[in-house]
């Protein structure tokens, strides 16, 4: 008995329904690759397949040295690379995600993460992974330490400028002195300025004119954009009153003098942060205060940092506040951008 027609074009049709559904099947590829951490990486035995080494120990970073860090392991990890100098307590950190340490994400040129800065000694080197007990550990030693480019105005290494004019209250517990007890933010030394003084806000003040390092104005780019100036600054723990104000005269007609219908900016610092911090500030943004409030420019109003004739650093507490006391280091302006410690 032979198939009708109607049978045959059914199974005709059906042959070719399945061959549709299976040739757009084949046309969904899986997409190869996966977005987030692979399996290995969430579930791998993490192991350390080569152990942390220095490229470079010691290390002098004043004449452009760097030091990488090498080490592999099984499996991608976040890992911490912390280097703490033994003298100074200074830290720097470098962070990644990887199953590898090597120059393109573990190299060292210096710099610091926390102050202090680092001075020539030796440096502990710990490795640590995210949810893993294991801790590699090394020492590195500093035999230089990197020169920050810039018009530096005081690193207190060498005791006061002579062209300074200084001027200290005669309240009680009174420090207005250079100091190398503890650790100073850069080198060795700082200035410690301190005391009780209750009938005035100012404290101390140092100004530092242009005419103590060899000009009528200090060598500036006239671009305000490209300036910065920079300080570091000490907070005691227990203290929460005090306050450094920073002042720049310009000399707006050129006669060598400031007077009071010429620029004036001023930077205040409300020092709320303990221990060494870094302050930076973009020349072209310092405002004009006036008993720390904005105000109208003194003079043309316009920020001209190679007309810059005087800096000044001011000490202030509320009078009915009690006790003040910070530490002063590292003045330094820079060009282009803000000092990296």
């Known amino acids: 008995m032979g198939i009708s027609n109607e049978v045959l074009t059914m199974i005709i049709r059906s042959i070719i329904s399945v061959l549709l559904v299976i040739t757009a099947l084949s046309g969904c590829r899986v997409d190869e690759e996966f977005d987030g951490p692979s399996l290995n990486d969430l579930y791998g035995d993490f192991a350390v397949i080569s152990p942390l080494q220095i490229s470079n120990d010691p290390v002098d970073f004043s004449t452009g040295e760097t030091t990488a860090f090498t080490a592999e392991f099984t499996k991608n990890i976040s890992w911490t690379l912390r280097i703490t100098g033994l003298e100074t307590g200074a830290i720097k950190e470098i962070s990644d995600f990887s199953n590898t340490l090597d120059a393109s994400n573990a190299t060292w040129n210096g710099t610091t993460t926390l ?12 490795l640590t992974f995210d949810n893993e007990p294991d801790t590699l550990r090394d020492t590195v030693l500093v035999t230089g330490v990197t020169n920050h480019p810039g018009l530096l105005l005081s690193d207190f290494e060498s005791g ?23 650790a100073s933010a850069q080198g060795t030394h700082y200035f410690d300025i301190g005391g009780t003084v209750n009938w005035d806000w100012l404290i101390a003040l140092i100004h530092m004119p242009a005419v103590a390092y060899g000009g009528t104005t200090f060598n500036l780019s006239e671009n305000p954009a490209e300036v910065f100036f920079n300080s570091m600054l000490f907070k005691p723990s227990d203290l929460n009153n005090g306050i450094m104000l920073f002042q720049f005269r310009e000399d707006d007609n050129g006669d060598g003098a400031y007077s009071n219908n010429e620029d004036m900016y001023s930077y205040e610092i409300a020092m709320a942060e303990n221990g ?12 004009t205060l006036i008993n720390g409030q904005p105000a109208a420019a003194l003079g043309n109003g316009i920020h001209e940092p190679h007309k810059l004739m005087q800096v000044s650093a001011l000490f202030l507490a509320n009078p009915n506040s009690g006790y003040a006391n910070a530490y002063l280091d590292y003045l330094l302006f820079t060009e282009g951008s803000p000092l990296i410690p």
Do not use: H, K
Request: hydrophobic share 35%; charged share 15%; net charge negative.
């Open 160 to 182: 006061t400028n002579p062209g300074w004019v200084t001027f200290s209250q005669s309240g009680a517990n009174m420090s207005f002195t250079i100091d190398d007890e503890g």
């Open 276 to 287: 060494w911090n870094q302050y930076s500030i973009r020349y072209a943004d310092i405002p």
């Open 115 to 126: 102050l202090p800065m680092f001075r020539p000694e030796l440096c502990a080197v710990e």
